[in-house]
């Protein structure tokens, strides 16, 4: 969501309040002239641009981990749900998801949903979509996150060849229900129907499933119209979609841009509408070029370290040496003078806004303290090396948060720290598919859907898709487990709470701070607002009339 922001790897610098991956209702922040009485004539038919950079992958709902990707992939498929600004979930496709026992749910369709090629959303629609993702022939990213649902084992076997090529969980009742048994009952599964590894695919679809990443046929507010790579990606409002959230205006371009200062410069002239984020650079003079069109908002992200543990660095290290690592950050000096104040420390893996969250659940180990940072290392027997890398994006403004937090490690302790620079967040994200991160990497995660769960069973379970970084602990699967069997949502809150508490002993990443959306419009549109994901609520922008 990884960043996502689809679980979703957040490419930029500054990504954070209610938690899911592909979706987002409402938003807040910006919106123009929305309480003026004074509004401006807009075009329904006019389009606008927003500044994004190059998707890892074919648009494909399921392989789709990232927040470049994911903005696409919202626009042109619509699921079953998608959450409100208060966290509850709202039904899109769906008009019931029903369970007495938090195992099987039924599922039933609205009626009269059509895809882009004007074949019917049904429930098949669903049912052969996640069979297809799950099945891992078919080398889906977040093939993981059908897991729960019976029969995932004999589809996707942790060792062996598959028994089967359809997960016995699901079953089709007519053209608009279907059943969902999972292996065992997870009383907050209904939000992770939210994220859009979920969404349903065409059955033209399965004639070319590649050629189909290159130009997805959805069921969202918008459908595609072309990919120009490493350029743009343009969509058109679709004038018979049937969700909630119908477009206000003509459709979007999605302009690559290979760095935050370029966008910016292009905001100002006029030749970008829409940002996600400002560079670290241009922080302390956004508001004051911007006005009433600069966007200072939280959303439910966060920014750590995460460790290559797959790495010989760090294969069998003491958790003390990276709890030392972690007190040699000064984050309050950095958040305040290289991010300008536009974060804040984190005091634990969970972001702020999602259910579940407690603050400083991590206790001292996030707070700088060099002398004891100094003796955690040496008593955990040192970094080997006495050296570390931090991998970034070069694209997504984090060079100079980067040199400070080396430089402050390197003040502290005397371990030598270093940026380690990808050209850009697909060349960042290919390098940790392929381990071989030489270090840590910088790690932003937005949430896939407004449980706490999202920030720790699907980073740091063994076998989960955001787990990256090889982290394994057989106490923390335990848990979660434990978690996810639990009788009641709060009850699964609480167990999880005291797993995130229970990760300081074991540290499978460093947090860093909580994010928010620093970022801005330009004077061609209006009505612009920011999801709990950090992203532009596309369909609600409004074009101004020439």
Not at 159 to 184: C, R, Y
Not at 265 to 273: F, I, M, Y
Not at 286 to 314: E, I
Request: net charge neutral; glycine share 10%; proline share 6%.
């Amino acid at each position: 969501m990884r960043g996502a922001k689809s679980a979703k790897w957040v490419a930029m610098a500054a990504v954070v309040a209610l938690g899911a991956t592909a979706c987002g209702g409402g938003g807040g922040g910006g919106g123009g002239d929305e309480g003026s009485s004074n509004k401006p004539a807009v075009d329904p038919s006019g389009k606008f641009s927003v500044e994004v950079g190059e998707p890892q992958n074919p648009l494909q709902p399921a392989n789709t981990m990232e927040s470049n990707g994911s903005m696409v992939i919202k626009s042109v498929f619509s699921g079953l749900v998608d959450y409100d600004q208060s966290g509850k979930t709202i039904y899109v496709n769906a008009q019931s998801i029903d369970s007495s026992d938090n195992k099987t749910f039924t599922v039933k369709l609205k009626p009269d949903w059509k895809f882009h090629d004007g074949s019917p959303v049904t429930a098949t629609s669903y049912v052969k979509a996640w069979n297809w993702a799950a099945n891992p022939a078919n080398k889906q990213t977040n093939s993981f996150w059908f897991s729960d649902i019976q029969g995932y084992d004999d589809v996707a076997p942790a060792k062996g060849k598959p028994k089967a090529d359809k997960m016995s969980g699901l079953k089709i009742v007519d053209d608009s229900t279907f059943t969902i048994t999972l292996s065992k009952p997870i009383p907050y599964y209904v939000y992770k129907l939210g994220y859009s590894v979920f969404d349903p695919l065409p059955e033209s679809f399965y004639k070319d499933p590649q050629a189909a990443g290159e130009h997805p046929i959805g069921n969202g507010p918008y459908k595609f119209v072309s990919w120009q790579h490493k350029k743009q990606i343009e969509v058109a409002k679709y004038d018979d979609y049937k969700g909630p959230n119908a477009a206000k205006n003509g459709g979007v371009i999605f302009k690559n841009y290979s760095n935050l200062e370029t966008a910016y410069e292009d905001l100002k002239s006029g030749n970008v509408d829409v940002l996600r984020q400002v560079a670290p650079k241009d922080l302390p003079v956004y508001k004051q070029d911007l006005g009433d069109r600069a966007v200072d908002q939280a959303y439910s992200a966060m920014q750590t370290l995460a460790v290559a543990y797959y790495t010989k660095q760090w294969k069998g290290i003491d958790p003390k040496v990276i709890q030392g690592l972690s007190m040699a950050i000064d984050r309050d000096t950095i958040t305040k003078t290289v991010l300008q104040g536009t974060r804040e420390p984190a005091t634990g893996w969970v972001a702020k806004g999602v259910l579940g969250y407690q603050p400083n659940a991590a206790g001292d180990v996030t707070k700088y303290d060099p002398a004891k940072a100094k003796a955690l290392i040496k008593e955990g027997g040192g970094v080997p090396g006495n050296s570390i890398f931090i991998q970034y994006n070069a694209d997504g403004g984090h060079k100079e948060w980067v040199e400070a937090v080396c430089n402050s490690i390197t003040n502290a302790t005397g371990v030598k720290c270093v940026g380690d620079s990808k050209a850009d967040f697909q060349a960042d994200l290919n390098a940790r598919d392929n381990k071989e991160v030489k270090s840590l990497y910088r790690s932003g995660w937005v949430l896939d859907y407004p449980f706490n769960a999202n920030f720790l069973r699907d980073l740091f379970g063994t076998h989960s898709d955001g787990n990256q970084g090889g982290f394994s602990n057989p106490t923390i699967d335990k848990e979660i487990a434990a978690a996810d069997t639990a009788s009641s949502l709060e009850e699964s809150e609480k167990k999880y709470q005291e797993l995130e508490k229970n990760l300081v002993n074991y540290m499978p990443t460093i947090p860093l701070w909580y994010n928010k959306v620093n970022a801005g419009y330009s004077t061609k549109v209006t009505g612009v607002q920011y999801d709990q994901h950090g992203d532009p609520v596309l369909p609600g922008v409004q074009v101004k009339k020439k």
